[in-house]
């Protein structure tokens, strides 16, 4: 089974903290995304990666940047958190970028305070 | 900017019954996919319909898309109570993976 692990699921930091969060898929994957959920907003990707050290912008990247040194992990960084970064972020890979299914890990709700 | 657009937001129906979900989208699309998340979990793929496909069924699963239209529905027939879950539909176009609000479906017992 493909298996995407986020680092954390809950996690409270504080207004102006450097945050990391952390993806990690198994199944060699080339594409890899992050996503945050809100209330009545459905899902908004911020950034995707489609090899390693690639990344491209999503439709809210304002606020985030990324990392993939390694295949196989994929980080989202938030360089100064705000209170309305709060939200639940969701990792996801692909196998390919064309018409394949992606998975999703468990979620990370972040509250920033 | 979101490409896909669920609707009804919500839906609320009877055990048994079937349930029908419409997405709508704006441009050229290579497929389109369906996922439900149960809630606060992280989404579960559910079945995918490339752009030269009308419709394609997995199980209790029906999905239809009309290119011309720019829309898809997703059709659960003999729904049960866990089915309860939010369900989206995510196009993909240019190497971007785009998902929309979803809609709530509650099936009661």
């Known amino acids: 089974d493909v298996k995407v692990t986020q680092s954390s699921r809950y996690l409270v930091k504080r207004t102006g903290e450097k945050v990391f969060l952390e993806c990690v898929q198994d199944?060699?994957?080339?594409?890899m995304f992050w996503y945050r959920q809100d209330p009545g907003l459905g899902l908004r990707l911020i950034y995707f990666?489609?090899?390693?050290?690639?990344?491209e912008k999503g439709d809210i990247p304002e606020g985030y940047s990324v990392s993939r040194e390694k295949k196989e992990r994929f980080s989202l960084i938030l360089e100064s958190a705000s209170t309305n970064q709060t939200s639940m972020y969701l990792c996801a890979s692909s196998l390919s970028t064309w018409g394949t299914e992606a998975f999703f890990g468990q979620g990370t709700r972040l509250t920033v305070v | 900017s979101q490409q896909g657009e669920e609707d009804p937001q919500a839906l609320s129906i009877q055990e048994g019954e079937n349930a029908t979900m419409n997405c709508s989208y704006k441009t050229s699309i290579n497929n389109l996919q369906w996922y439900r998340q149960n809630s606060g979990r992280g989404l579960v793929h559910l079945i995918l319909?490339?752009?030269?496909?009308r419709e394609k069924h997995s199980g209790r699963l029906r999905v239809t898309l009309d290119t011309s239209k720019k829309s898809s529905s997703l059709l659960i027939t003999a729904s049960r109570a866990a089915d309860t879950a939010s369900y989206f539909c995510a196009t993909e176009a240019t190497q971007k993976l785009v998902f929309g609000k979803g809609t709530k479906l509650t099936v009661n017992p």
């Open positions: 990666s489609y090899d390693v050290k690639m990344k």
């Open positions: 319909i490339r752009s030269n496909e």
């Open positions: 199944m060699d994957h080339e594409n």
